[in-house]
């Protein structure tokens, strides 16, 4: 029977190829598609086990907190660490040279983002030089940043230009991100002791939802009220000014799909129409209609699966080889072909073949044999 | 001798389910290929269209958007005498030093908020706005922590309607109007006075300072002294450049819309492709027919490929109608040169709609060359042979 289905399948090669192509094409885009609506939603899979929140302005990012949270922080039962920054907005050498740096609390930032490893004597030359600066591997590499090279940062709307040491390089955490003592901007644009935000590590992920509240109930009815959120929810927050993209790209998903359903429907619907007296003939050897539409049906199935193992598979290989996680935070933070957005793609396909064959396989089973050996196509 | 179209309808007519599925694969990628342009026109339109040729903003060195900018209270001093301003009615140069700050609000119907940008403004800050429109309520009074929001912004956010109370700095802020601003960038802000503002954000100073230009030529010496005076730090941008730099923010969704859309209509094309084979197979007959009747291949390819595109524009034009109700509805995203809020809406033009037909054309002309390639250039013989 399998033998029969691949026959028939390549019996009009280029009609088969077009189809397969097509699909493939189709497959590649909605997978695509598919990826960002799932890191648009959920910007970090599995963010419930990092350990890290991060308490801002109730107003907004754009407003500060004063210095003076940080030891009020650190008494809540369950707060690890605490480290203050803030967001620099300058860039090196050139306006493209975007990239997130950060005047962090040298003292405390180790502690915090745990994940960072670096190695400890550049850890404590980092701490030591109040002009020096840390970066991560991923931005290091990027611009081709050693050890011991000196960076400017221009362009701040903090209206300050620090000229920095780098001092380490870390791996792990946001490894995208330059940090540099929070001390340093802080003198310079005149002490007004305020920070950005604050990071704050856990000492169990499970007690998120206890900690933030004790912390935002705690500077409730300040002029300085805080909101603190975790990591995904922070960057959730930041993905909703973006307005509602996830609406925008499930609905083009969904014409996609409709798209590729007509194109191997049509495809479906020429190649059984051509070969309705076939069908009558097998009929009239004895074949059930189950048989015939089986038969179909395989066929569509054999033929939108490889188009779409080619387009789904082609992505996966692809995103996985671009690494778009590497690219930065945000949406980016863990931008990749998740498992079970493979498997939501593959259903589709599988149910787009089906579909697409049922009607046809269906009438050309059920067809009077008679009219239909007589049929000329 | 050209084959009559009419020869073309009618098979196309016979094959309806096949012609009405392949044109519907392309109506779904120009309706994807439109929608997706409307939005990027859109976003672009309300940057473009903001600003008064002799409007200049300036701003600290350095700064990308009036957010990231300050100006102090005596450079305002100096900045109000320089020579070219125009002057009101009263023989006041017409300057108005402006305060932005970004906060964040809910939007309606959804728990997640974005940044609004509320503008304090100098008392000529509105003559400085020809798009300025009051539509509801009255303009705010100095000192009694009122506000007038725009009409997208009223729309799109929580708690700011029509005597609603809106929360930030220090306190409650009485919504008492609402107003238009066109399709500019204006009407996605909050406005209010510059001093009542200030005080309220512990801000000494301003964020930028904009200025009327007397003419043209009034313009461009503005801009030099603006530039010359080394102990301002400041720089002068008309506003039109000021907005059209942040037009940038259009440029992903642009290249999203491309990228989208191209890869469907490769998809589409395929599909238009198999059809015109299956089309060319089952006429073999008439093809030989044809030949033996005198038409040439040349006529034989041209009417092919004419039935194709045919199909794609039958395809082409319900995308466009597809696309058409979206025209004006209004959305928003976050510009990012400002961090804030841009209320805009849906742009379909006439000119975009003749790109989405001529990209449907271009589809149906690619999936029906090789096909009718194929047509033209069957042998006679064995072509009228065949069943």
Not at chain 1, 92 to 97: E, S, V, Y
Not at chain 1, 234 to 257: C, E, K, Q
Request: net charge positive; with cysteine.
């Amino acid at each position: 029977m399998w033998r029969l289905v691949l026959k028939n399948l390549l019996r009009n090669k280029r009609r088969s190829f077009l189809t397969a192509s097509s699909v493939c094409v189709s497959m590649f885009l909605l997978s695509t598609l598919a990826m960002v609506y799932t890191a648009l939603g959920a910007p970090i899979q599995d963010a419930d086990s990092i350990p890290i929140m991060m308490v801002r302005r109730a107003a907004g990012i754009v407003f500060p907190l004063p210095l003076s949270y940080a030891p009020k922080i650190r008494s809540v039962p369950g707060v690890a660490a605490c480290a203050g920054l803030t967001w620099f907005g300058g860039y090196w050498k050139d306006p493209a040279n975007q990239f997130a740096n950060f005047a962090v609390d040298a003292e405390n930032v180790f502690e915090v983002q745990a994940g960072v490893q670096i190695p400890p004597d550049q850890k404590e030359a980092f701490k030591r030089d109040r002009t020096g600066a840390v970066a991560g591997d991923l931005l290091a590499k990027r611009f081709g940043w050693k050890v011991g090279d000196r960076i400017t940062l221009l362009g701040s709307p903090w209206g300050f230009t620090p000229e920095l040491t780098l001092r380490g390089i870390y791996t792990g955490g946001p490894a995208d991100q330059l940090w540099f003592h929070w001390e340093y901007l802080n003198e310079s644009i005149g002490g007004l002791d305020q920070v950005g935000l604050y990071w704050v590590r856990l000492e169990k992920p499970e007690s998120a939802a206890q900690v933030g509240k004790t912390i935002d109930a705690m500077f409730r009815n300040t002029d300085n009220e805080t909101k603190t959120e975790s990591l995904s929810a922070f960057l959730l927050s930041f993905i909703a000014m973006l307005g509602n993209v996830r609406l925008v790209i499930f609905m083009i998903g969904s014409a996609v799909t409709f798209a590729v359903l007509l194109v191997v429907a049509n495809t479906m619907a020429m190649s059984i129409r051509e070969r309705t007296s076939e069908a009558a003939i097998m009929r009239s050897l004895g074949y059930q209609p189950s048989h015939i539409i089986g038969l179909f049906m395989a066929e569509s199935v054999v033929l939108t699966m490889f188009g779409a193992l080619m387009g789904i598979g082609g992505a996966k290989l692809l995103f996985d080889a671009l690494a778009l996680r590497q690219i930065g935070q945000f949406v980016f933070a863990d931008m990749r072909l998740r498992p079970e957005t493979l498997g939501v793609c593959f259903s589709i396909a599988l149910g787009i073949s089906l579909l697409a064959a049922f009607w046809p396989a269906y009438r050309a089973a059920r067809a009077n044999i008679a009219m239909a050996l007589r049929y000329v196509g | 001798m050209a084959i009559p179209l009419k020869y073309n309808l009618r098979n196309l007519a016979v094959r309806r389910t096949t012609t009405a599925m392949t044109a519907f694969s392309i109506t779904l990628t120009v309706t994807v290929f439109v929608v997706l342009m409307a939005l990027a026109r859109g976003l672009q339109s309300s940057l473009t269209a903001t600003g008064h040729p002799l409007n200049l903003i300036v701003m600290r060195e350095g700064s990308q958007s009036e957010t990231q900018s300050s100006v102090q209270r005596d450079a305002l001093q100096t900045l109000r005498y320089l020579e070219g301003i125009a002057k009101n009615e009263k023989g006041e140069p017409r300057v108005s030093p402006e305060l932005v700050v970004l906060i964040n609000l809910p939007r309606r119907g959804q728990g997640q908020g974005s940044n609004v940008t509320i503008r304090g403004l100098g008392p000529e800050g509105f003559a400085l706005r020809r798009e300025f429109k009051l539509v509801e309520g009255r303009e705010f009074k100095p000192g009694l922590r009122e506000v007038i929001v725009s009409k997208r912004i009223a729309e799109r956010f929580q708690s700011c309607g029509l005597g609603d109370k809106l929360k930030f700095a220090k306190g409650y802020w009485t919504v008492v109007g609402i107003f238009d601003a066109g399709n500019t960038a204006y009407a996605s802000e909050i406005w209010t006075d510059a001093e009542d503002l200030g005080q309220d954000f512990d801000r000494d100073g301003y964020s930028s300072v904009f200025l009327r230009a007397t003419d043209t030529a009034a313009l461009d010496r503005l801009k030099k002294q603006v530039a010359d005076d080394r102990r301002l730090h400041q720089k002068g941008l008309t506003e039109i450049e000021y907005y059209e730099k942040q037009t940038s923010t259009a440029g992903p969704i642009k290249f999203l819309g491309l990228f989208i859309a191209g890869l469907m209509a490769v998809g589409a094309s395929f599909a238009a492709m198999n059809t015109m084979y299956a089309a060319v197979a089952r006429r073999t007959k008439e093809i030989g027919a044809l030949r033996v009747l005198g038409f040439s291949r040349g006529s034989i390819l041209l009417s092919f490929i004419i039935e194709s595109v045919i199909i794609a524009a039958i395809g082409g034009f319900l995308g466009c109608v597809l696309a058409l109700p979206i025209n004006g509805v209004s959305t928003g995203t976050t510009n990012f040169t400002t961090f804030s809020e841009l209320a805009f809406s849906f742009r379909v033009t006439p000119e975009l709609l003749l790109q989405g037909m001529i990209f449907a054309v271009v589809m149906g002309f690619i999936g029906g060359l090789f096909p009718a390639w194929r047509a033209a250039h069957e042998n006679i013989v064995t072509a009228l042979r065949s069943t």
